[in-house]
């Protein structure tokens, strides 16, 4: 079912079989990202929270949330003095990571599928990509006629056809929710979640599937909704399919390798060469060595094509892993201003879009490292697996996160079910599993519905936690 073609052909698969959605990109028939979507706390959800600590050496602000950890709320993100006690209205605008809590603005901007709505400042902004002037004159006619309480509306290119019904309509829906953080800010009196923003994973899907590229869905709820997502936009659904099959569709297309490459120290190059990757708490560490790229080509233009396809995969791998923070390269030593300038535009023309946003790059040291930083957005990939995906342990003795563990069940009793259906008299499971059983009420019906009925699940401390065994009727 891959989709097949010329350059920049993208094929988005959704895994939606167990208690997680897992999400992959394929830009020409390499799998470039992964997602993992859990729940929990989203990007550019609006709280109402509670000024705990006023942190004048840091300039930032603690503020207590509903549902997650405190998060911190940069003073110059905010309009006004603050103090504790202070009940004020807060969006995320970087989820936490490892020990750090959310980060905060209190610069509210809510996002819609045509418009994003901001409470003040007065603007009206059109994209460039919206040329006819009658249209941008009749648009910004109609958003200004909304927008009377001094709000700002960012129009999307997406709702340039839209009439002027739907634009009314969105706008009132945001403004909307903005008018509910208000009279919940007025009448507050614990931390509370006023909205609840789109996933990361929902807005990669909600963007590619609009418009039109092709989407492969296993999980017959998932593409259900999807669909009517689709046909709700008055857009054509051709490109979004189900999956088929006996196999799940990340191991029928090649993702699951994918994921296991994502967990490798070591990564072999095209051509020769390989690269080592060590991520740790304070940065990323790169290797680039020759060991094994032709032998008998010269050795300056060897090193020169193997730091290039380092280069290349070390930006792929940055993206793939979703690592950040500060990266560190150590490439074969490269003698002479022109090879370093190759090296380092093909870092920038990898990170093209990311660039002097998401991307600083530091360059050449004069040790002849080479850093850049990016930076982060949620945990990285190693992390949603593995316990101590950045501890010291050997990589095969990394243990599996109880989450990870839990679902790879799901998916792997899932696929014993497609190829060999029966029902279960009992599933023994290790016990930080059964006990997730136990308390999840998503897990248990996912468990139901694979069965036909939910079978008898009981303890076994010899298996591993993404372990299990079937006892069949």
Not at 164 to 192: M, T, V
Request: proline share 4%; glycine share 10%.
């Amino acid at each position: 079912m891959r989709a097949q073609g010329g350059d920049g052909e993208r094929l988005l698969l959704i895994d939606a079989v167990a208690d997680e959605r897992r999400v992959a990109l394929l830009e020409n028939d390499r799998v470039s990202r992964i997602w993992f979507d859990r729940g929990g706390p989203r990007r550019f959800d609006i709280h109402i929270g509670r000024i705990s600590r006023v942190m004048p050496e840091m300039a930032a602000a603690m503020v207590m949330l509903d549902g997650c950890d405190d998060g911190l709320l940069p003073l110059d993100r905010v309009d006004g003095p603050l103090h504790e006690g202070q009940w004020v209205i807060v969006q995320v605008s970087r989820l936490g990571f490892d020990d750090k809590g959310p980060k905060l603005t209190g610069r509210i901007a809510i996002e819609g599928s045509g418009m994003i709505f901001r409470p003040s400042g007065g603007i009206i902004d059109i994209p460039r990509k919206i040329s006819d002037p009658e249209i941008r004159d009749h648009l910004a006619h109609t958003l200004k006629g909304m927008a009377q309480q001094g709000e700002s509306i960012t129009l999307r290119t997406s709702a340039a056809g839209w009439d002027d019904d739907a634009l009314r309509g969105e706008f009132s829906r945001l403004a909307g929710i903005w008018q509910k953080a208000l009279a919940a800010q007025k009448n507050a009196s614990r931390p509370i979640r006023v909205f609840q923003a789109l996933s990361d994973v929902d807005q990669v899907i909600e963007r590619h599937v609009l418009a039109g590229e092709a989407c492969i869905v296993d999980g017959m709820s998932e593409y259900i909704r999807l669909r009517g997502l689709v046909r709700a936009h008055g857009a054509p659904d051709d490109a979004l399919k189900p999956h088929k099959g006996d196999s799940l569709l990340f191991e029928a297309e090649g993702v699951e390798a994918a994921l296991d490459e994502a967990q490798a120290t070591r990564v072999v190059l095209p051509g020769g060469g390989w690269i080592s990757i060590e991520v740790t708490t304070a940065l990323c560490a790169i290797d680039v060595n020759a060991g094994g790229a032709q032998a008998g080509q010269n050795a300056v233009r060897r090193n020169q094509d193997v730091n290039l396809a380092a280069a290349a995969e070390i930006v792929h791998q940055i993206k793939l892993r979703n690592i950040g923070g500060l990266v560190v390269i150590d490439p074969i030593r490269m003698p002479g201003r022109a090879v370093r300038d190759s090296f380092e535009a093909a870092i920038k023309q990898g990170f093209a879009a990311e660039i002097g946003g998401a991307v600083q790059v530091g360059g050449f040291t004069r040790l002849g490292l080479y850093e850049f930083s990016r930076q982060r957005s949620g945990a990285d990939l190693a992390s949603l697996i593995f316990d101590d995906a950045k501890g010291d342990s050997p990589e095969n003795m990394r243990r599996w996160g109880r989450e990870a563990a839990g679902n790879a069940v799901l998916r792997g009793i899932a696929t014993e079910m497609r190829q060999r259906p029966m029902g279960a008299k009992r599933v023994r499971l290790h016990p930080d599993i059964l006990e997730l059983c136990g308390n999840r009420e998503n897990f248990r019906r996912i468990l139901g519905e694979i069965f036909g009925r939910a079978p008898q699940c009981v303890a076994d401390m010899a298996l591993a936690r993404h372990e299990y065994v079937i006892e069949r009727d």
